[in-house]
């Protein structure tokens, strides 16, 4: 590609090349931060494609490595009182992320929490000590709310806090 050799453009022909020939591990991972930055630049009105749309990531097992109890507690040192109430919960009831950042205070009775678990099965999670102890620090985050449609965990706007938030 004779643009992108003279500095002019970036093709996915390159980037897939890149992230083929690199290490496995981090090839899919330089991948992820080149796409942010486009994703960026046509934000920003730079650039009007993303040519890591095009790109396919390398084949990666599932992580086994459990972080050992020393590393969670420096992330929890380091986290927000919103991220560690929600290790916590994770911790506590086996839902997937994305289920336990869309729960709604609608879904809180006096049994316990309605949820959907692995393939929308709906199910109650009996209240612990735990849970009703995460659930009452949650009440008391920013942005919080007793509207019965509010997140039981609210980004600090008092909104759904997205997975795509999560994430980044």
Same mark, same amino acid.
């Given at each position: 590609d004779k643009e992108a050799s003279r500095g002019e453009a970036i093709g996915a022909a390159g980037i897939q090349t $890149? #992230?083929?020939? &690199?290490?496995?591990?981090? &090839?899919? /991972?330089y991948l992820a931060v080149l796409s942010n930055a486009f994703d960026h630049g046509i934000r920003k009105g730079k650039t009007t494609y993303n040519p890591c749309a095009?790109? #396919?990531?390398?084949?990666?097992?599932a992580r086994?490595?459990?972080?050992q109890e020393w590393?969670?507690?420096? %992330? /929890?040192?380091l986290a927000s009182p919103l991220m560690v109430l929600l290790m916590d919960? #994770?911790?506590? @009831? @086996? %839902?997937r992320i @994305?289920?336990? +950042? @869309?729960l709604? /205070? +609608?879904? %809180? *009775?006096? #049994? &316990?929490v309605l949820v959907r678990g692995k393939g929308g099965k709906r199910e109650i999670r009996e209240w612990t000590p735990e849970s009703l102890r995460i659930v009452a620090e949650a009440e008391q985050l920013p942005g919080a709310s007793r509207f019965?449609?509010?997140?039981? $965990?609210?980004?600090?706007? &008092?909104?759904? $806090? *997205?997975?795509?938030a999560f994430d980044s």
């Open positions: $890149f #992230v083929a020939d &690199g290490p496995k591990a981090m &090839g899919n /991972r095009a790109v #396919v990531k390398n084949a990666s097992a086994e490595r459990e972080p590393e969670v507690e420096c %992330l /929890r040192a919960y #994770v911790g506590i @009831s @086996s %839902l @994305s289920e336990i +950042l @869309s709604q /205070r +609608l879904r %809180l *009775t006096p #049994v &316990g019965p449609a509010s997140p039981i $965990f609210p980004a600090p706007n &008092g909104n759904l $806090f *997205t997975y795509d």
